[in-house]
């Protein structure tokens, strides 16, 4: 037999979370075949074969927390495809064996006449099984551990293929036992039909985000400014270049590469927004990396744009294109991922007006962009000042008050101010 593994994640990554097996128990995998996928804190990744072989037996189930290294699969490779699980149970049931022959000799003395042991199951089922004698088999520790926390075997669940229960299932219904009192509260609240309610699990990354941002919320002095950019400008570049950009570049001329050449622009001029705290120590970044928030179902990601100051617009947009199809189609790797120096936030896609952006730490701004609104505004022209409908978005800095102060905060805004109302400059700047 072959075990499968969770291989090295990342350097900071050490768990993760089954979400589903590609392959079912008896079937054909090639080497380097995807078998199973994993939810870590960032990412899903895919577990491949590193031998060919028949898949004989899942260790690990879909939503149980797996280690880096841990077994989580056996792999037979001198099997046919189709065979479900080994040709003899013995080794399976080696554990067991003593430990069923006492109860059945106790089980002899109190019962006129044993039931027959039934077969072991075929594929891995959550229906209890017995040893012959009306009780469940499980191996000597999960029996201890039973024991120790009142856990009933016959209401333990397990996926094991023989029905053996494990320290694992038991474990897991421990949890659920414990968890029980606290439940009961809004389970009596849910038993009106007309006030129904539903319970839904956060995924692994969603929890990461939670504990992140309440983590920076708590850690970073975190103040917001705010400024309103006139787009009459961009709009009209936008416009003009629009069918010769798409048919030079394949690829369209947003306002994501605008603003990231903006910020760029602006973070030359303001060193310390592309900045992170390391002690008592401030790394001052050198290069900037622009993650760019995106929003899949999973939750919110931040891939990143390397060397953006280097990047043409068409460069910009097509990797944001990339990107964005890569988080939306759950194909992004953690080195898309990591080593941004500062980050923009569209809620204007959704419909945002103006919000609080919080920090993507361990940076120290990020920049929040909103919906363009046409709005009146007051313009001063060579015959003398006029009320115009212009273009407008209101901008937020949000940013860490330790190492930033507002004065400089305000003075980096007004520059990406600056930079997008005349974007000619956008040139000069990068």
Request: charged fraction near 25%; proline fraction near 6%; glycine fraction near 6%.
């Amino acid at each position: 037999m072959i075990e499968v593994k969770v291989p090295e994640l990342a350097e900071s990554i050490t768990e993760g979370t089954i979400v589903r097996w590609l392959v079912n128990v008896g079937s054909k995998v090639n080497q380097g075949d995807d078998i199973a996928e994993i939810e870590t804190d960032k990412v899903n990744i895919q577990i491949s074969a590193e031998h060919s072989g028949v898949l004989k037996k899942i260790e690990k189930d879909v939503d149980e927390t797996v280690e880096v290294g841990e077994v989580i699969a056996l792999l037979d490779e001198n099997a046919d495809a189709g065979s479900e699980s080994p040709a003899s149970p013995a080794p399976e049931q080696a554990e067991p064996s003593a430990e069923a022959k006492t109860e059945s000799a106790v089980a002899a003395a109190t019962k006129p006449a044993p039931a027959p042991t039934p077969a072991p199951a075929a594929k891995p089922t959550p229906a209890p099984a017995s040893a012959g004698t009306g009780r469940r088999l499980a191996s000597p520790a999960a029996r201890k551990l039973a024991r120790e926390k009142g856990i009933d075997l016959g209401a333990v669940q397990t996926a094991d293929p023989l029905g053996r229960v494990r320290v694992g299932d038991v474990a897991q219904q421990a949890v659920i036992k414990e968890s029980q009192p606290a439940a009961k509260a809004p389970a009596a609240e849910t038993e009106d039909p007309s006030r129904p309610v539903e319970r839904i699990k956060m995924t692994r990354r969603r929890q990461t985000i939670a504990r992140r941002l309440v983590a920076v919320q708590h850690e970073a002095a975190m103040l917001t400014t705010f400024n309103e950019v006139d787009l009459t400008a961009i709009m009209s570049i936008r416009k003009r270049r629009k069918e010769a950009f798409i048919k030079e570049h394949d690829v369209k001329l947003g306002f994501m590469s605008f603003f990231t050449k903006a910020v760029v622009g602006a973070l030359k001029s303001f060193p310390l927004l592309n900045a992170e705290i390391d002690g008592t120590d401030l790394l001052v970044k050198k290069y900037y990396d622009i993650g760019i928030a995106v929003a899949t179902d999973q939750g919110l990601v931040v891939p990143v744009v390397r060397e953006a100051d280097r990047k043409t617009f068409a460069e910009i947009e097509q990797d944001i294109k990339d990107l964005a199809t890569k988080a939306r189609t759950n194909r992004l790797t953690l080195s898309d991922l990591q080593g941004g120096t500062f980050t923009i936030t569209n809620g204007g896609t959704f419909g945002s007006l103006l919000s609080t952006p919080i920090i993507n730490a361990p940076q120290v701004g990020i920049l929040g962009m909103h919906g363009i609104k046409k709005r009146p505004v007051a313009v001063s022209t060579p015959e003398g000042d006029k009320i115009e409908i212009r273009p407008m978005m209101y901008i937020a800095l949000s940013y860490d008050h330790r190492i930033v102060d507002g004065s400089e905060a305000v003075q980096f805004l007004v520059k990406v101010k600056t930079l997008l109302e005349d974007p000619e400059t956008l040139l000069l700047e990068g």
